[in-house]
């Protein structure tokens, strides 16, 4: 029973040796150690797809598979779920992947998150092995657990030979379970790509009930934005809560792009379902002090257009004075006010000045401060904003009374 022990144990030192070697290991110093009892092993796959010398790893896998009969093609994976196949797709080997493919390799075998080996040849950039996937009865259509085929990571790496390679007679606009396009996990290159070959820049997901504009928003891709907005997306366009994506931009704090958008006409002054502005919104949901600068920015640029805005609607209660003069009196200048013959509370009669006061105040007083009084008492009913106020007492101080 000792000597079957000792013997386990000698054999499992033998065989983490050899898979040790796979590693780093020359083609000579493997075959040595096999010679030497250790046992090639499925596994030993793994470990040689991960060497950073392809060609190395290729005679060995040639030398396990061809010589001493390992089931190359095995069903072994590492913690990931993912088979040799997809490790050497991963990698670009492609005479790698060729040779697994000829031992019965599964080319639509998935990984933990359901991923084939074409969804990381996709991923990575390597057109000649999706090409050679393909040929070799990949599925095109395969969906992973996120909803997404082996087209959309191409699109969201912006690997345009890929794409053109994976598109072949499909829609551009093939939709996720969540309605999401492709449009909307492009880059700035590969949303170029799309929108040449028909994709809708103001398509509507399931969920949010947005456009591609609000995902570039938020991932702060400027170059992406500027490109849906060459080709016509809505930048005011709202989703479920009526946020537009510059409620987005000045949330996350993305300065530039809150500019951006301000400079490409995004209505500053749209409200939400709860009534309030992208600034509001900012500050409500605890974006400070990251969205701080953001906030200054649309405020600052906000103040022009409210004025703009009020000027426009005139004040409550006061028509506006071409209107009110008429054509006819548009060049006339018009009487002064008659003096009211109510007196108001704390106001001293013209006869009885101040004491200390001089008569030139007095005169003032009669021509142009009584005259803005008149103007506050006309607007009693209409409120009036702190800037409004700060410069009617500047002009009024006895209205400080």
Sequence with gaps: MAAETHVAQAQAFLDGTLRRAARWASLEVIE???????????????????????????????????????????????????????????????????????????????????????????????????????DSGADNNHIDKFGYSPFWWAVHKGHLNVMEILLRDRSVDMQATNGWTPLFRATASSAQWLIARGAQVNHVDNVRKQTAIFFAVERNDMELVKVLLRHGADINFKDQYQQTCLFYAVNLGHTEMTKLLVEMKADILLKDLGGRTATDFARKNGALPRAESAIRYVEAMAEPFEDKQKKRRGRPGQASPKKAAGPAAAGRRSNPPRASTTRKRNERPASQPAQGSKRKDSQE?????RKRYRFVQA??????????????????PFLAR
């Design 32 to 134: 040595e150690l096999i010679q030497r009892g250790c046992r090639p092993v499925p596994k030993l796959v793994l470990d040689l797809v991960k060497r950073p010398d392809p060609i190395t790893a290729l005679k060995v896998i040639k030398l396990l598979g061809d010589k001493h009969g390992v089931d190359v093609a095995a069903k072994v994976v590492d913690q990931s779920g993912a088979c040799p196949l997809s490790l050497a797709a991963r990698k670009g080997h492609l005479e790698m992947c060729r040779y697994l493919i000829e031992k019965g390799a599964d080319v639509n075998r998935g990984d933990q998150n359901n991923e084939t080996p074409l969804f990381w040849a996709a991923s990575y950039h390597h057109a000649e092995v999706c090409q050679l996937l393909l």
């Design 379 to 396: 607007e009693t009913n209409s409120k009036l904003t702190s800037k409004q106020k700060k410069l009617l007492l500047q002009h009024c």
């Design 365 to 369: 007083d009669d021509k142009g401060p």
